[in-house]
């Protein structure tokens, strides 16, 4: 098992920024891809960054390349998000997830994580 547990969301004005973090303990983080994907009301759960075990291969969604990043600390088994230049669309919940699988390609789908956190609102405001 693996507990996941996300801070850093909130209220923010267009074009501010937020980090996001996600804190894991049980199994060893570092076996673990890591995810953050978001969920608005009425929507699907979809990804937005994902990256590997190490930290060498990260994936950004087209709808947030070049203003969000993902990144990790094994020493602190936590997963961030820091996103810039935010857009009211990307108001949503916040979940981040753990992926045991070593499938690279297999960590843009929901169904391919394994665990879940419990989530964190971000809300952007004109």
């Known amino acids: 098992q693996v507990q996941l547990v996300e801070s850093g969301g909130g209220l923010v004005q267009a074009g501010g920024s937020l980090r996001l973090s996600c804190a894991a303990s049980?199994?060893?983080?570092?076996?673990?891809?890591m995810g953050w994907f978001r969920q608005a009301p009425g929507k699907e759960r979809d990804v937005v960054a994902a990256?590997?075990?190490?930290?060498?291969?990260?994936y950004h969604a087209d709808s947030v390349k070049g203003r969000f990043t993902i990144s990790r600390d094994n020493t602190k088994n936590t997963v961030y998000l820091q996103m810039n230049s935010l857009k009211l669309e990307d108001t949503a919940v916040y979940y981040c997830?753990?992926?045991?699988?070593?499938?690279?390609?297999?960590?843009?789908?929901?169904?391919?994580?394994?665990?879940w956190g419990q989530g964190t609102q971000v809300t952007v405001s004109s």
């Open positions: 990256i590997d075990f190490s930290g060498s291969m990260t």
């Open positions: 049980g199994r060893t983080f570092s076996n673990y891809a």
């Open positions: 997830a753990a992926n045991r699988a070593t499938n690279w390609a297999a960590t843009r789908q929901a169904h391919d994580y394994d665990y």
